[in-house]
């Protein structure tokens, strides 16, 4: 059967005290695992806001993946969507999840598919109360190859659906991304089945997919087909790689050009796999969102379908058949409609079947249906009398006095308002059938509580979790009932704590805030217990009302005051007959009248060759203050008046204010700067002067500050120029870079960027001067050292042993005469063999030793050809054949004792089980029957077949023992895992039958 999770908005979640985004609807049992699992997938991003006009094109959200809670494997389907504005006026999303056991995904053969064209299946909204839900049977249709017609309309040719599918067989992990237009594409489930039919029956359920996806989640499995839209932070969060593995459903596509036969197959719906047992159509079966008990004889899917072909089967033999009805039958009896299994709800006793065709009986002739009447209850009054006789007699021959059984409810008497408490039926006797209540016949609604079931468990048995839902703020007493088969057994006095009542309420919000401007008040509470708490349906105000602000239901004003003066205004909030004021202060609407340029005072300003001055300005309001609003200071711009007369003396940037002096000549150059404001009519001016170009100096400096005084053999280092200006600004500019002729045998230099190359050869240091040349200057840098880098010695980094079974790195270390030591690729040479690869940083030794004692080898690295490492000695430990007997005894013992517990492990006996039940039961039996002889057999495979489980260890064969034994010892954990969970299950079964 099948479990649901509902997630949404609403002002009261399932669990107590919860509300907004919360879960408001489970399927009773659900573990609290599986519920935070699921809670954790409601992430949802629409691509229209609920106020857009497209808004109702943002695609939900429809995906597949397996999910587990640690102890229970589930299939998921699930549909995550927009869904309007919730009770707080906001944006909305709900989230319906449905968790497919084993048993209902081997029903559905035909995939996710077979669920998927149920367009009733999930939820499009929430409205109603919070509630615990049945496990219900769903609507599987069964379903077969068609054309895909979704496809054709999409691309135009059908056999792009074969896309999906192909991908899929050929790399199952490498994903496939789906490219669509939200405003065209609105049926991508419909894509998603279609391509789903073209795979196999046993591959269909291991495909997982999202019809919208925009992010991956962690904990979840690799989502195979991945539907998004066309934004590139989507695509960047669910992991797109452009490539062959993307179909771009917003571009024109050709006919799909794959050679598959599953495109044929999708062009014309025929069968791919034609050899494939044809699927048998079930009965619809609504699923239902109550309460209420399951939907017809309340049989699963897999007995409903099993009855199906019982019935089949039976209509097809004659001798089944009940004999023709007499042509004389009466009209009147005629009328009453006799039940059919799958037909009209019937119950299974009633099963009656015409001669032709198999079809329900209308009637049968009076004569003989009085006369079987009669028979049947002779029969039944006989029975009663010979019950009634043994009755009578049993009761004189054990009628001695019962002993004396106790009961007692345990847990606290009293209840906090809002909180919930667990109550524990206590008794000396063994297990009875307990019902609870509430003495008085009060129901739960007049008592002021709740009674549901101890989390964790599938009824209300010997424990009961009581919740205050106290409406009134006194104390309320009510008497709790554990009955049994209509008896009494005991009884408790619980007090329930009064609703606390509201003491005060306060405004919480800014003081202040500009024209224009929102601000966001809220309501806190204390409460008569001591707690504050923020409450919604405030009722809001503001005097005096006028236009100068407005506030609305969810406590947010807005300063709308366009005089000239700040305006105070009073708030004022009303919760459940408290009142509480807060007066606000309106800012007035602020109006540039004037611009200052701040540097206006300082006279004439002189830059310098290639220096830059940032001004400012400052904006003043019509009562002369100073307007600070950086909003409004962004639209202050700046002008050079001589712009295109001086345009090569300068550059300025209109909306910053910041001016460089690029005065190409020696005489000065003076121009005025302007600072103005929108259309304001008025504005503000100031000289500049821009100091010509002399150059003083130049000076030669390293780009690196660490390098540029000494240069190691083969390395480079760059210099760079840098110019004195009149006025003491400087400047990187570009020289001409030399060497003088002694020093160009030991160094070479870029002559463009002042590149310097150490080409010293010789085994001793030299010192040479770098020159450069700038506008008829030039500059030296002497003694610029060049060192001659030389090896001193190379050493082998590593561990001089390495354990059985184990791998060990080594590195060929270098230390040079200059500088760091460093790593180096050397050739490496074991027992005096040189390996046959490419020079390498690390090298790796496996330790495979197949001697009973230890072993040693060498090991040499060789750089360049001409220097070589010392040789270093490496111990192969043995292999410890000792130990891995033991290892190898005791998985054999343990694989012995797990063999013995399996084979006497037996479903539960059946026991009075009715018609139906036993239906249930016999699949149930004869599933678990297959499972375990599955387990069986994957033992002796184990135990009799693997040659290597048989032998002994020996040095030869140790290692390829020892990796069996870690591959061995997962398999048993994995079978004594599900001997457990098979116990347990077993336990539950047989529990209620004590």
């Known amino acids: 059967m099948a479990q649901q999770l509902i997630y949404t908005s609403a002002p009261r979640g399932l669990e107590p005290g919860r509300t907004g985004f919360c879960t408001v609807a489970m399927t009773r049992g659900m573990s609290p695992q599986m519920a935070k699992i699921l809670e954790g997938l409601v992430a949802y991003?629409?691509?229209?806001?609920?106020?857009?006009?497209?808004?109702?094109?943002?695609?939900?959200?429809?995906?597949?993946?397996?999910?587990?809670?640690?102890?229970?494997?589930?299939?998921?389907?699930?549909?995550?969507?927009?869904?309007?504005?919730?009770?707080?006026?906001?944006?909305?999303?709900?989230?319906?999840?449905?968790?497919?056991?084993?048993?209902?995904?081997?029903?559905?053969?035909?995939?996710?598919?077979?669920?998927?064209?149920?367009?009733?299946?999930?939820?499009?909204?929430?409205?109603?109360?919070?509630?615990?839900?049945?496990?219900?049977?769903?609507?599987?249709?069964?379903?077969?190859?068609?054309?895909?017609?979704?496809?054709?309309?999409?691309?135009?040719?059908?056999?792009?659906?074969?896309?999906?599918?192909?991908?899929?067989?050929?790399?199952?992990?490498?994903?496939?991304?789906?490219?669509?237009?939200?405003?065209?594409?609105?049926?991508?489930?419909?894509?998603?089945?279609?391509?789903?039919m073209l795979l196999p029956e046993k591959l269909r359920w291991q495909v997982t997919w999202n019809t919208y996806m925009t992010a991956t989640v962690a904990g979840l499995p690799t989502c195979n087909w991945r539907f998004c839209i066309d934004n590139p932070v989507v695509k960047s969060a669910i992991g797109y790689v452009p490539g062959p593995n993307v179909l771009d459903l917003t571009?024109?596509?050709?006919?799909?050009?794959?050679?598959?036969?599953?495109a044929q197959c999708a062009r014309t719906g025929e069968n791919p796999y034609p050899e494939m047992t044809p699927i048998i159509h079930l009965a619809p079966i609504s699923p239902t969102m109550q309460s209420a008990a399951p939907t017809g004889d309340g049989l699963s899917l897999a007995a409903l379908r099993k009855r199906q072909e019982e019935q089949k089967a039976a209509l097809a033999k004659p001798e089944l058949r009940l004999k023709k009805w007499d042509e004389d039958a009466s009209s009147t009896s005629a009328k009453t409609p006799v039940c059919v299994p799958g037909m009209n709800g019937g119950n299974p006793s009633n099963w009656e079947y015409m001669a032709n065709g198999g079809m329900p009986l209308n009637g049968a002739p009076k004569k003989k249906v009085w006369l079987v009447g009669g028979i049947i209850g002779g029969i039944a009054a006989l029975l009663l009398i010979v019950a009634s006789l043994i009755g009578i007699l049993h009761f004189r021959k054990d009628n001695v006095p019962e002993r004396n059984v106790t009961y007692h409810i345990k847990g606290d008497g009293k209840i906090a308002h809002g909180k919930n408490e667990k109550?524990?039926?206590?008794?000396?006797?063994s297990d009875v059938n307990v019902t609870w209540s509430f003495k008085g016949n009060q129901s739960e609604d007049e008592a002021g509580v709740s009674l549901s079931k101890e989390e964790g468990t599938s009824e209300l048995e010997e424990s009961v979790v009581v919740t205050n839902r106290n409406p009134d703020s006194k104390q309320k007493k009510v008497i709790l009932m554990a009955k049994s088969g209509g008896k009494e057994l005991a009884t408790l006095e619980i007090t329930l704590d009064g609703k606390p009542t509201v003491k005060e309420i306060e405004i919480v919000g800014p003081d202040k805030f500009e024209y224009g401007q929102e601000a966001s008040f809220t309501c806190m509470v204390e409460l008569s217990n001591g707690k504050k708490e923020k409450v919604d349906k405030v009722m809001w105000s503001l005097a005096p009302e006028d236009n100068d602000a407005s506030v609305n239901d969810n406590g947010v004003v807005k300063n709308t005051n366009t005089t000239e003066n700040s305006k105070t205004v009073v708030l004022k909030a009303s919760y459940e007959g408290n009142e509480d004021t807060r007066p606000i202060t309106l800012d007035y609407k602020k109006e540039v009248k004037s611009i200052e340029i701040k540097e206006a005072s300082d006279g004439n300003i002189l830059l310098s060759y290639s220096q830059s001055r940032k001004f400012t300005a400052v904006l003043k309001d019509t009562k002369g203050k100073i307007i600070e609003d950086k909003t409004i200071n962004q639209n202050v711009y700046w002008e050079i008046l001589e712009g295109k007369t001086y345009e090569k003396y300068y550059s300025l940037t209109p909306n910053g204010g910041e001016v460089k002096n690029n005065n190409p000549e020696e005489d000065d150059k003076e121009v005025t700067l302007r600072a103005k404001y929108d259309d304001l009519k008025s504005s503000d001016y100031i000289k500049i002067t821009l100091e010509g170009r002399t150059l003083e100096s130049i000076e030669i400096k390293s780009k690196e500050e660490d390098k540029g005084e000494s240069i190691p053999s083969g390395e480079k280092v760059g210099y760079?120029?840098?110019?004195?200006?009149?006025?003491?600004?400087?400047?990187?500019?570009?020289?001409?870079?030399?060497?003088?002729?002694e020093d160009e045998k030991f160094a070479s230099i870029d002559k463009e960027t002042g590149m310097l190359t150490n080409k010293n050869a010789t085994?001793?240091?030299?010192?040479?001067?770098?020159?450069?040349?700038?506008?008829?200057?030039?500059?030296?840098?002497?003694?610029?050292?060049?060192?001659?880098?030389?090896?001193?010695?190379?050493?082998i980094i590593g561990d001089d042993s390495i354990p059985f079974g184990g791998t060990r790195k080594y590195r060929c270390k270098a230390t040079w005469s200059y500088g760091e030591d460093s790593d180096v690729d050397a050739d490496w040479h074991l027992d005096g063999k040189k390996k046959n690869y490419v020079k390498e940083k690390e090298f790796s030794i496996p330790n495979t030793n197949k001697q009973e004692n230890k072993k040693t080898i060498t090991l040499q690295a060789i750089y360049e050809d001409k220097y070589k490492s010392q040789i270093m000695k490496i111990t192969l430990e043995a292999p410890n054949i000792e130990a891995l007997k033991g290892k190898l005894n005791n998985l054999k013992r343990e694989f012995g004792e797990l063999k013995t517990k399996i084979e006497g492990l037996e479903y539960p006996a059946k026991k009075n089980l009715i018609v139906n039940q036993k239906k249930f039961y016999d699949i149930n039996k004869k599933n678990f029957d297959r499972e375990k002889d599955e387990k069986l057999a994957n033992l002796r495979s184990i135990m009799d077949k693997d040659p290597v489980y048989k032998e002994e260890p020996t040095p030869h064969n140790c290692l390829t023992i020892n990796n069996r034994i870690g591959f061995w010892s997962e398999e048993k954990n994995n079978l004594k895992t599900w001997y457990n969970d098979e116990v347990e299950k077993h336990r539950k079964i047989t529990t209620p039958e004590k």
Not at 423 to 429: E, G, I, R
Request: glycine share 6%; hydrophobic share 35%; net charge negative.
């Open 423 to 429: 109550y524990t039926l206590m008794k000396s006797d």
């Open 45 to 196: 991003t629409p691509v229209f806001e609920h106020y857009d006009q497209n808004s109702a094109s943002t695609p939900p959200s429809f995906f597949h993946y397996p999910i587990s809670d640690g102890r229970n494997r589930y299939e998921l389907l699930a549909r995550v969507c927009a869904c309007g504005l919730d009770y707080t006026k906001r944006s909305n999303k709900i989230g319906h999840f449905i968790l497919l056991s084993e048993e209902e995904k081997k029903l559905a053969a035909s995939g996710p598919t077979s669920l998927l064209l149920d367009s009733k299946l999930f939820m499009p909204e929430w409205h109603g109360e919070p509630q615990y839900l049945d496990m219900h049977p769903l609507n599987v249709q069964a379903v077969g190859p068609a054309k895909a017609e979704g496809w054709e309309k999409v691309t135009g040719d059908a056999g792009w659906a074969a896309w999906l599918a192909d991908s899929y067989m050929a790399n199952p992990t490498k994903p496939c991304f789906v490219v669509f237009d939200p405003l065209k594409h609105h049926d991508l489930q419909r894509l998603v089945a279609e391509s789903l």
């Open 720 to 741: 760079k120029c840098i110019a004195h200006w009149k006025g003491g600004s400087t400047e990187e500019v570009s020289a001409q870079w030399s060497l003088s002729v």
């Open 763 to 795: 085994e001793e240091d030299h010192h040479i001067t770098v020159i450069a040349k700038y506008g008829g200057e030039s500059c030296t840098k002497n003694e610029v050292t060049l060192f001659r880098k030389e090896l001193k010695s190379i050493k």
């Open 251 to 262: 571009k024109e596509q050709p006919r799909y050009a794959g050679n598959s036969p599953l």
